[in-house]
C-alpha cells in the first residue's frame, strides 16, 4: 500500500462549510496526487504536487485547494463545500524508480448535505 | 496519451484463466501500456506495465501484440477476489508528474 493513509476516512458535512482532507505517507515519495471518483465519471485528477511547495491543477481543481508544506503531507481543502463535491477522494503517489506507477491510498468518503 | 477501448463486461469461471482485452490502435513508440484495477470500495491497485515485451509478475501477465496496437492482460486462476473492475491506461513514458487517465475499464466478474 506504499505507506498510504487518507483521513478522515468518511466525512459529512454541510453545504458551505470548510473541509480539508489529509493524505499522509511515510516513504518520502516527491509526487502525490488527489483524484475524486464519482458515478459515470470514473476517476479525475483535482490537483497534483512534485514536492514539497509544488502544486499544479488538474482536470477537476475548481473549487479545491492543495497544501504541501511538508513531503509527507498533501492536504486538499474544499473552501465551501458544496453538494456537487460529494464523493470519493483518493491521495495517490508515484513510486520513484518506476515508470509512472501510482499507488493509491484506502479513499475518504464525504458526503456534503 | 493515446486512448483505449476496453469491453464495459466480463465473466469468467472461478479457476479459469481471465484474459482482458484492451485496443489502443493510436499507441506512439513512447507510450506504455499500464494495468490498475479497482476492488469495490477500494483504492486502484497497480498490477502490471510494459512497452512491447510481454511481462509477467505474481498477478498477472501483459501480452503486448507485436504492432502493440492492443493488449491483454490475463490473470492465470482467476479467483473470486479479482472481481474488480481493471483498467487499461497507455501513458507516456518519463515521468511526468501528471496523473493517469481512468476511462471506464471492465467489469469483471468471477462466477463461482
Known amino acids: 500500500d506504499a505507506g498510504i493513509t487518507q483521513s478522515p476516512r468518511h466525512k459529512v458535512t454541510e453545504t458551505g462549510t470548510p473541509v480539508t482532507l489529509r493524505c499522509h505517507q511515510t516513504?518520502?515519495?516527491?509526487?502525490m496526487y488527489w483524484y475524486r471518483q464519482d458515478p459515470g465519471h470514473g476517476l479525475r485528477l483535482i490537483h497534483y504536487?512534485?514536492?514539497?511547495?509544488?502544486?499544479d491543477k488538474g482536470e477537476v481543481s475548481d473549487g479545491y485547494s492543495v497544501s504541501r508544506s511538508k513531503t509527507e503531507d498533501f492536504l486538499l481543502t474544499l473552501e465551501s463545500a458544496t453538494s456537487s463535491q460529494t464523493s470519493v477522494y483518493f491521495c495517490?503517489?508515484?513510486?520513484?524508480?518506476?515508470?509512472?506507477?501510482?499507488?493509491f491510498g484506502p479513499g475518504t468518503r464525504l458526503l456534503v448535505l | 496519451d493515446a486512448k483505449t477501448t476496453q469491453p464495459p463486461s466480463m465473466d469468467c469461471a472461478e479457476g479459469r484463466a481471465a484474459n482482458l482485452p484492451c485496443n489502443h490502435s493510436?499507441?506512439?513508440?513512447?507510450?506504455?501500456v499500464y494495468w490498475y484495477r479497482q476492488i469495490h470500495s477500494q483504492g486502484p491497485q497497480y498490477i502490471i506495465h510494459?512497452?512491447?515485451n510481454n511481462e509477467t509478475n505474481e498477478m498477472a501477465s501483459l501480452i503486448i501484440t507485436e504492432d502493440r496496437k492492443s493488449s491483454t492482460l490475463i490473470l492465470p486462476h482467476a479467483t473470486l477476489r479479482d472481481t474488480a473492475v481493471y483498467y487499461c491506461?497507455?501513458?507516456?513514458?518519463?515521468?511526468?508528474?501528471?496523473?493517469?487517465?481512468f476511462g471506464k475499464g471492465t467489469h469483471l466478474i468471477i462466477q463461482p
Open positions: 495517490a503517489i508515484k513510486s520513484s524508480g518506476d515508470l509512472e506507477t501510482q499507488y
Open positions: 516513504e518520502n515519495h516527491r509526487y
Open positions: 504536487s512534485y514536492g514539497v511547495k509544488d502544486t
Open positions: 493510436t499507441i506512439s513508440g513512447n507510450e506504455y
Open positions: 510494459g512497452l512491447k
Open positions: 491506461i497507455v501513458r507516456v513514458s518519463g515521468g511526468g508528474a501528471d496523473g493517469l487517465t
